[in-house]
């Protein structure tokens, strides 16, 4: 079990933000923290610390006016910690390999292959082709179903437990796609990691959810990829909590409860564990 550091860009920023609260229109997040730093001063500390791994994601659209001052603020970082972090947002198999050129270690990638809510696998198979499946990050982020969606599901489940569907578009779009034991194994031949953010409880501080835990970790020994987690971890008896349920098999992250961005929960016990 490892920490990964997270930078998280919005509006040309470094943020963090209720991640189900981000919308294309306006540019709109709710905010929990934005910071008077740069991505490549946070990218600068990681790699003082050793720290490899983290995910760094533009949350703007590539439509947004400001996404290419997400982007700049992306190539600073890398120009400060070429190899030591991943990228995400507005992947897409043409422009991939430039973010591995411009110091990028992987790329993560949601919507470009779930397109209208399905795996395209055309997509998928085009990105591992441009850089390779160690390079690529499958980013799964996942929320329950609701009730009254219950028509959506291909299985009949009940309200106690609700499959996990994974979510695109800003988290707002429900795919078709389950997240489970298997989806995971497919999907493993074609990348070597995946980011999986608990969404029901991002950035709300209400502690991670057990039930998604519980799942990954049950999946991870028949993978050959590692799996980061993310969502509500705020403190110390949070990580330890994980880390049991978990039984240190999946690595994991922090954001808004991060005392470098805005939290209580010390980095400097962090980039031990």
């Known amino acids: 079990m490892k920490f990964r550091p997270c930078i998280d860009i919005h509006n040309g920023k470094v943020k963090q933000i209720v991640g189900s609260s981000l919308a294309d229109a306006g540019d709109f997040a709710r905010e929990n923290f934005v910071s008077q730093k740069s ?7 990681f790699a003082a610390d050793g720290l490899k791994g983290g995910h760094m994601i533009l949350l703007n659209s590539r439509n947004s006016e400001y996404y290419e001052a997400d982007c700049a603020q992306a190539e600073a970082a890398f120009s400060a910690y070429p190899g030591g972090l991943q990228i995400g947002g507005g992947i897409t198999s043409d422009n991939a390999e430039s973010w591995i050129r411009k110091g990028a270690s992987h790329v993560i990638v949601t919507s470009y292959v779930f397109r209208d809510g399905m795996i395209d696998m055309e997509r998928l ?3 591992t082709a441009a850089v390779g499946p160690k390079h690529l990050v499958l980013d799964l982020s996942a929320k329950p179903l609701p009730e009254d969606m219950a028509g959506h599901a291909e299985k009949p489940f009940s309200e106690e437990r609700p499959p996990y569907y994974v979510m695109t578009d800003r988290w707002q779009r429900y795919t078709d796609t389950v ?20 969404i029901a409880t991002e ?3 209400h502690g991670f959810d057990e039930r ?31 880390r049991t349920l978990s039984g240190g098999l999946l ?7 991060l ?12 980039k031990r564990s």
């Open 259 to 270: 005392d470098l961005y805005g939290g209580t929960l010390e980095y400097k016990l962090l």
């Open 251 to 257: 690595d994991y992250t922090v954001g808004s409860a």
């Open 203 to 205: 950035g709300l501080g």
């Open 125 to 127: 198979k085009a990105l």
């Open 39 to 45: 991505a490549a001063e946070y990218a600068a500390l």
């Open 212 to 242: 998604l835990v519980r799942l990954l970790a049950e999946a991870a020994p028949s993978l050959d990829v590692p799996i980061t987690y993310a969502g509500g971890i705020r403190s110390m008896a949070d990580v330890e909590a994980f």
């Open 179 to 198: 997240l489970d034991t298997d989806l995971l194994t497919k999907l493993s031949a074609y990348c070597g990691e995946f980011l999986i953010h608990g």
